[in-house]
């Protein structure tokens, strides 16, 4: 398997874990759009919207719904975007389906993480959850 998503999921590349269950599993984006930006997968790998069981998807938008309001906190949102994207022509480059959660605030912000701060944020949405 050479899905760099199923990489992470079998630890072979690290990431900044937000959550894990049964069926799906959050993680900090690695070129954030805004600081918190997560990516949430399903642990089988689905290439998108069209390949992906109904109740898998329930699972995986139930995740989504959990770490909105945890995210929103650790970051100080003022808002959250979701989104979605299915083939090239809509953006999507990973293709293992994955939703993902983007802080947005009203005044811009840096997006770049400083040494530790990824894993800080992801430890304080932790404690939030
Ligand atoms: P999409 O364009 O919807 O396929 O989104 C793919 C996302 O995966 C992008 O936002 C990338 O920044 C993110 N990404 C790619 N590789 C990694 C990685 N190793 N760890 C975390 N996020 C990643
Ligand atoms: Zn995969």
Redesign the pocket.
């Known amino acids: 398997m050479t899905c760099?998503f199923c990489k992470?999921l079998n630890k072979e590349?690290p990431?900044f874990k937000i959550y894990e269950d049964e069926n799906t599993y959050a993680?900090?984006?690695?070129?954030p759009i805004n600081k918190g930006h997560t990516?949430v997968i399903s642990k089988k790998h689905y290439k998108d919207i069209y390949d992906i069981p109904e109740n898998t998807l329930k699972h995986l938008i139930l995740t989504v719904k959990k770490l909105s309001i945890p995210i929103k906190q650790a970051t100080n949102a003022d808002g959250i975007s979701i989104s979605q994207?299915n083939e090239e022509a809509a953006?999507?480059?990973?293709f293992h389906i994955?939703f993902?959660i983007i802080p947005k605030f009203k005044n811009k912000t840096s997006n770049k993480y400083k040494e530790g701060e990824a894993q800080k944020l992801a430890n304080k949405i932790k404690t939030l959850l």
């Not at 993680?27 to 070129?31: E, V």
């Not at 953006?91 to 990973?94: A, K, M, S, W």
């Open positions: 760099i992470i590349i990431s993680f900090l984006d690695i070129n990516l994207n953006g999507q480059v990973i994955h993902h």
